[in-house]
């Protein structure tokens, strides 16, 4: 997480144990240009992957090293949806 520590994102994967889970990987993609940010937290579980969460938002630049951030939707995507 480079640019916010996203404490919701965090939280989910400091609790993912409860549901029997892993997280192997957090990404934070951030386009300024497009002004969007998206927070996306991989879940495995025994090893093999197991689904994906993902947190979007938009953001403005505020100032020199200043950003806003503005969530607009979340959504968890089980492999057992997939198949």
Same mark, same amino acid.
């Given at each position: =997480? @480079?640019?916010?520590?996203? %404490?919701?994102? @965090?939280?989910?994967?400091? %609790?993912?144990?409860?549901?029997? %889970?892993?997280? *192997?990987?957090?990404? #934070?993609?951030?386009?300024?240009?497009?002004?969007?940010?998206?927070?996306?937290?991989?879940?495995? #579980?025994?090893?093999?992957?197991?689904?994906?969460?993902?947190?979007?938002?938009?953001?403005?630049?505020?100032? *020199? #090293?200043? =950003?806003?951030? %503005?969530?607009?939707?979340?959504?968890?995507?089980?492999?057992?949806?997939?198949?």
């Amino acid at each position: =997480m @480079l640019w916010t520590t996203e %404490k919701e994102t @965090l939280f989910i994967a400091e %609790k993912s144990a409860w549901f029997g %889970k892993e997280v *192997p990987d957090i990404l #934070q993609v951030i386009d300024v240009s497009e002004g969007t940010i998206n927070n996306v937290i991989e879940f495995s #579980q025994d090893g093999v992957p197991d689904g994906v969460f993902f947190v979007t938002g938009t953001l403005q630049v505020e100032g *020199p #090293q200043r =950003m806003g951030f %503005k969530f607009t939707g979340a959504q968890y995507r089980s492999r057992r949806q997939e198949s």
